[in-house]
């Protein structure tokens, strides 16, 4: 079992960054792929960004290259998505999610544990 806990969300001004991270306990974290999705006000989940067990191998949604960075710390059993540049279309709860499998996937069925989502609002 892996509990996660997601931190950091808030409310900014369009241009500015945040720091997102997820504090993982239970049995298991440094073996599991990671994952960042999002979910705006009427629409479905979306992936955002994951990342391998060992932080070698990254994935992002075209939406968010170039703009947000996942990464991890597995001595710290905490992953993190910072976000630069935010505009007000990145307005969402922000869910950070843990796989079984070592190997990031971008699909949200693959991902078996999930946080409790925190909230980030951008202003124009």
């Known amino acids: 079992q892996v509990q996660l806990v997601e931190s950091g969300g808030g409310l900014v001004q369009a241009g500015n960054s945040l720091r997102l991270s997820c504090v993982a306990s239970?049995?298991?974290?440094?073996?599991?792929?990671m994952a960042w999705f999002r979910q705006a006000p009427g629409k479905e989940r979306e992936f955002v960004a994951a990342i391998s067990w060992n932080g070698v191998t990254t994935y992002y949604h075209d939406s968010v290259k170039g703009r947000f960075s996942i990464s991890r710390e597995n001595a710290k059993r905490t992953a993190y998505l910072q976000m630069n540049s935010l505009k007000p279309e990145d307005t969402a709860v922000y869910y950070c999610?843990?796989?079984?499998?070592?190997?990031?996937?971008?699909?949200?069925?693959?991902?078996?544990?999930w946080g409790q989502g925190t909230q980030v609002t951008v202003s124009s």
């Open positions: 239970g049995r298991t974290f440094g073996s599991n792929a």
């Open positions: 999610a843990a796989s079984r499998l070592p190997g990031p996937t971008t699909t949200a069925n693959t991902y078996f544990y």
